[in-house]
C-alpha cells in the first residue's frame, strides 16, 4: 500500500517562507505523479502543484495560478521525497496541505487531473499571519 507522510508545515508572517516536504512510500507501486493540495474548512480540495517523473527524474511540472512564480515543486534527489518550496507567502495560504499521488499515468498531461489522485497524506498545518 502507497504511504505518504507530510511535513514541514507551520507558522510563518506574510513574506516569508516554508519547506514542505512529502516522503512517498511507494511499496511497489508505480507513481511517476506526485502533487500537492491544500484545503480550508468548508472548501473543497485545491491542487496547488504537481510534478510527473519518468524514470525517476522530473519531466513536467504544473503549477496552479494562485501559487505560480511563489512556489516550486521538486524531487530530493537523495531520497524518495518531494518538497515545495513556499516564498512570498501571503494570509489566503494559510490551509492544511496534502501530498497526494496518482499512479501509472500513461502520459505527462494526466499529472494535473486531479480526479486522478487516489492516495494521500493526512496533511500538514500552515498558517500565515499579515
Known amino acids: 500500500q502507497v504511504q505518504l507522510v507530510e511535513s514541514g508545515g507551520g507558522s510563518m508572517q506574510a513574506g516569508g517562507s516554508l519547506r514542505l516536504s512529502c516522503a512517498a512510500n511507494?511499496?511497489?507501486?508505480?507513481?511517476?505523479?506526485i502533487g500537492w493540495f491544500r484545503q480550508v474548512p468548508g472548501k473543497a480540495r485545491e491542487g496547488i502543484a504537481s510534478?510527473?517523473?519518468?524514470?525517476?527524474?522530473?519531466?513536467?511540472?504544473y503549477y496552479g495560478d494562485s501559487v505560480k512564480g511563489r512556489f516550486t515543486i521538486s524531487r530530493d534527489n537523495d531520497a524518495n521525497m518531494v518538497d515545495l518550496q513556499m516564498n512570498r507567502l501571503k494570509a489566503e495560504d494559510t490551509a492544511t496541505y496534502y501530498c497526494?499521488?496518482?499512479?501509472?499515468?500513461?502520459?505527462?498531461?494526466?499529472?494535473?487531473?486531479?480526479?486522478?489522485?487516489?492516495?494521500w497524506g493526512q496533511g500538514t498545518q500552515v498558517t500565515v499571519s499579515s
Open positions: 511507494r511499496n511497489g507501486v508505480n507513481l511517476n505523479c
Open positions: 497526494a499521488a496518482a499512479p501509472g499515468l500513461p502520459r505527462a498531461g494526466y499529472c494535473y487531473d486531479w480526479a486522478r489522485f487516489n492516495y
Open positions: 510534478i510527473y517523473l519518468h524514470g525517476g527524474r522530473p519531466y513536467f511540472t
